[in-house]
């Protein structure tokens, strides 16, 4: 199975987890000896039992309902249609909600109710709005959870951010080329597109186990925790499958900004400290010698003419099998007392 495959398998699993504590939630709070205004009186047994048998079955709706709006729409819809499109699967939730519902209830409890009847039971309307309300809340934790990237938010709640401390990652700074040329040309709001555009199509990058840490105006930082980096070569792999992804769409690009985008890209690996910081806006921030050397060498690109340099210490633990590096030479970073040995790397 591919990252990818095992990325929305790891969404489908959280919705499916997340819904069925939402049932047991609302199970919990009916409390135990609390009696129901409708048709159907679950006790808290029965109640928690049905959390189980549910939860499970609208969690994974819901998670592939997530993972198509954000592979399908979410590139190409408005915001206004955006929310549209959310509020109509929220309501078709609810409606699919109600038909199980019916299928298994008055099932269980052997008794005989129409489903007009059903639907406009009185104990019904505050579920309906309960399922809504959890809906919404998991779509913005899911927008939150993309906005930090990875399992960040995961992360931050259980405080692993909160107390600095080191880790070992590759870095990998991807600069656009006659960026200044570009937004001269097309003016800002082309250019902003065309940064969009080239910023949505790095996604594939998910492929490789690449984390991207930010955006810094045409400027993208990639970075892996060394294991996975190293793996199968995901680090160089992640570049060229990129620059693949920009090829196929020469003629998008060309009919729509008359360019086609090319990227240059520097990659070091080394010790990171790891925190949490801000305090009216959350951010995860990585400080170290290793990030600042990663953007001095895709600096270099352009003396060097050359599309991906990398250094000696990331290459001496790459496998390269598939892959053919050349030492360019010994160079003097800025900031930097020792010379650092500088290769490119070409499939």
């Known amino acids: 199975m591919n990252f990818r495959n095992k990325h929305r398998w790891s969404i489908i699993l ?41 939860g499970p079955f609208f969690g994974a709706i819901s998670g592939f309902a997530q993972i198509y709006i954000f592979e399908r729409i979410y590139k190409r819809a408005s915001a206004r249609k955006l929310l549209f499109i959310r509020v ?71 405080g ?59 400027e993208a930082i990639l970075t892996w925790k060394l294991r996975d980096g ?4 995901n680090c160089i792999n992640a570049f060229f499958n990129f620059k693949k992804q920009l090829l196929k769409k020469e003629a998008y690009y060309k009919e729509k900004y008359n360019v086609v985008p090319f990227f240059k890209a520097g990659l070091n690996d080394g010790v990171v400290v790891a925190t949490e910081v801000g305090k009216y806006k959350k951010e995860i921030a990585y400080h170290g010698d290793t990030i600042n050397t990663a953007a001095r060498i895709q600096g270099k690109c352009n003396e060097f003419q050359q599309e991906l340099l990398l250094s000696e210490s990331l290459k001496n633990k790459l496998n390269p099998t598939g892959i053919e590096f050349e030492l360019l030479g010994n160079i003097q970073l800025r900031g930097k007392r020792a010379d650092v040995h500088i290769y490119t790397a070409f499939k």
Not at 23 to 52: H, P, W
Not at 192 to 209: A, K, Q, W, Y
């Open 230 to 233: 190293l793996r199968n070569q």
């Open 88 to 158: 109509l699967l929220s309501l078709a939730f609810i409606f699919i909600l109600i038909i199980a519902s019916y299928l298994i209830i008055p099932l269980s409890f052997n008794v005989e109710i129409s489903f007009l009847e059903f639907i406009i039971d009185e104990g019904s309307f505050p579920i309906y709005f309960y399922v809504f309300c959890v809906d919404v809340f998991m779509g913005a934790l899911s927008q939150i959870n993309l906005m930090l990237g990875g399992n960040n938010l995961w992360k931050i709640l259980r």
């Open 160 to 218: 692993r951010f909160y107390i600095p401390h080191e880790e070992n990652r590759i870095f990998m700074f991807l600069d656009l080329q006659s960026s200044t040329e570009y937004a001269e040309r097309l003016g800002h709001i082309e250019y902003s597109m065309l940064i969009r555009d080239c910023f949505n199509d790095l996604g594939v990058v998910i492929e490789n186990e690449a984390e991207i840490y930010q955006y810094v105006g045409d």
């Open 14 to 54: 959280t919705y499916c987890i997340g819904w069925t504590l939402a049932f047991i939630f609302l199970s919990i709070v009916r409390g135990i000896g609390a009696t129901e205004d409708g048709a159907f009186d679950l006790t808290f047994n029965e109640s928690l039992l049905y959390s189980f048998m549910i």
